[in-house]
């Protein structure tokens, strides 16, 4: 299993807790995580402050030169395709091809109020979406992007959503599905679905989607800084390193290939808090 990290912690309350996400970044790098993730949300609000994923991971693919890059996830029907297909081409190649797209329908509407994009109907324009950049990084239209991708035919597509038009999403478009705070079990239930979908469409089961996932993770001995709603963090509200282990061996198990960790600790715990991962779970999973 591939584990990645925010370079910042879960849900920033002020901006300047954003200025040192190029050192964090870099030490996530040195510590051995597979990529980092950033989130999209416009505006600030209930999930504190949040910078733009595609310049702050263009920030960050400066600051680095190995760590994967992953947009975890980009509120697709807020952008324009042409403008999202571009941007995401010229990061993965400024990049090395370490760019990978993670992708959403949203849920907040005051966002959409904000950009002046209607709410409803956003799922439809995500599936035409996804199909329009699809064909701007393999050239199959009429004009060609300023800059090529550097991964041929594009960078990765994870698919987000637990709706079954969410499923059919990423079997229709993505190298993976995408999915957030699930246990197992739960994870086993959507791969079936994901089976039962693929088969309907008649998606080729010799190309399974990757099971991908974000999870929140306190870990043993540091302080929660927020409290997110409706999610069970990694390891239960009293976690061990044991506990943790053997949850995320649980889910490579059921399936799951890239876990990406968000961490709600205070900020200046974060450096700290890197390091308790990397030394007591990144180095059991490569063992594993």
Known sequence: M????????????????LDGVLET???????GFDHLIASSHLLAGAV????????????????????GLVTSVLILPLYNPVVVAHQTATLDRLSGGRFTLGVGTGWDTAEFDAAGVPFA?????????LDAVGKLWREETEVRL??????????PVWVGGHSDAALRRALRYGDAWHGSGLDAAGLAEVRGRL???????????????????????????????VRPPGRRPLGGADPS??????????????????????????TEALPDALGWVAEEILAQVAED
């Open 146 to 155: 300023g800059v090529r991708p550097r991964t041929p035919g594009g960078p």
């Open 2 to 17: 591939r584990i990645g990290v925010a370079p910042h912690r879960l849900w920033p309350a002020h901006e300047d807790e």
């Open 195 to 225: 089976a039962k979908l693929g088969k309907e469409a008649g998606r080729d089961p010799a190309t399974p989607l990757e099971l991908t996932a974000g999870q929140i993770l306190v870990p043993p001995g540091f302080e929660a800084a």
């Open 241 to 266: 390193a044991e506990r943790v282990r053997e949850e995320l061996r649980q889910l490579a198990d059921a399936g799951l290939t890239a876990c990406s960790l968000w961490l709600p600790v205070a």
């Open 25 to 31: 970044a870099r030490t996530a790098e040195e510590l």
């Open 48 to 67: 504190g402050v949040t910078p733009d994923p595609v310049v702050l991971l263009s920030a960050v693919a400066g600051a680095t030169t190995r760590i």
């Open 121 to 129: 109907g956003r799922g439809r324009r995500a599936d035409e979406q």
